[in-house]
């Protein structure tokens, strides 16, 4: 019954792999994001999502490309990972752009 | 951070009041809002305001907003340590009410 559920919650992998994480929220949402939060607890949006629609495209390295099959998902997958890609991802909804964001657990991403 | 700041520390005695104070820029913000994050989890959203809201008051929440000067403040009254958290200050902005957040305060508790 979590309203915005996030898969791994924790991924270590090496550089140059390519991962996926995964976002589901079960609120009915409209509108989808995801955010880094680096070592310094600085939190920085990345992508938004509205009704499958791309929305936000923060100053992100291409390696970064979101996938949306429906308005319930949006996953985030990386491509050739790198030391600096090591943050905490959050996934958050909301019911639309005004309205307020509800956030998942995060993935603590780790790049050996 | 750079639009929205906060201190980055706050120390408290248990039972005391804290008062988390955030400054943001953009004057046609629509929400402010208060989240907190406690050791290794995800953002809590703990409450927001309207902009043509001055003050909110939820349980042991206070919030107070000063538009003209573009203060926001949470208080947080008899200070539990369970209150232990970073708490971020976010305000939405611009045509797709993007959030920009505050570094956020670490409010410590003191027995």
């Known amino acids: 019954d979590t309203a915005v559920s996030q898969t791994p919650k924790y991924l270590v992998t090496q550089m140059g792999n390519d991962k996926s994480i995964k976002c589901e929220q079960n609120?009915?949402?409209?509108?989808m994001y995801w955010y880094k939060q680096d070592s310094k607890k600085f939190l920085k949006i990345m992508f938004s999502y509205n009704n499958k629609e791309l929305i936000i495209n923060e100053t992100v390295p291409n390696r970064f490309s979101p996938k949306s099959p429906d308005k319930a998902h949006l996953n985030l997958h990386i491509n050739s990972l790198e030391l600096g890609d090591s943050a905490v991802y959050f996934c958050?909804?909301?019911?639309?752009?005004?309205?307020?964001?509800?956030f998942g657990p995060g993935t603590r991403l780790t790049v050996l | 951070g750079e639009d929205v700041e906060q201190s980055l520390f706050l120390s408290v005695r248990e039972g005391d009041s804290s008062v988390i104070n955030c400054t943001y820029t953009d004057s046609s913000s629509t929400y402010l809002y208060w989240y907190k994050q406690e050791p290794g989890a995800g953002l809590q959203l703990l409450t927001y305001?309207?902009?043509n809201m001055d003050m909110k008051q939820d349980q042991r929440l206070t919030v107070l907003l000063n538009k003209k000067d573009k203060h926001l403040s949470l208080r947080i009254a008899d200070t539990q340590t369970g209150d232990s958290a970073i708490y971020f200050c976010a305000e939405s902005k611009g045509s797709n009410y993007q959030l920009i957040w505050g570094a956020g305060t670490k409010l410590i508790i003191k027995p």
């Open positions: 609120l009915g949402h409209d509108t």
């Open positions: 958050a909804s909301s019911q639309d752009l005004q309205k307020t964001q509800y």
């Open positions: 305001i309207f902009s």
